[in-house]
């Protein structure tokens, strides 16, 4: 199952977006390619 979790956009950098979980503070890198 998944945790529903919401996520705060930061930035881009290049093809990478860069996100922030809002509960635990981590930030997450997503990359399109």
Request: proline share 0%.
């Amino acid at each position: 199952y998944l945790d529903k979790r919401t996520y705060e956009y930061l930035y881009s950098s290049g093809s990478e977006h860069v996100l922030m979980d809002t509960t635990t503070y981590d930030q997450i890198t997503l990359e399109f390619a």
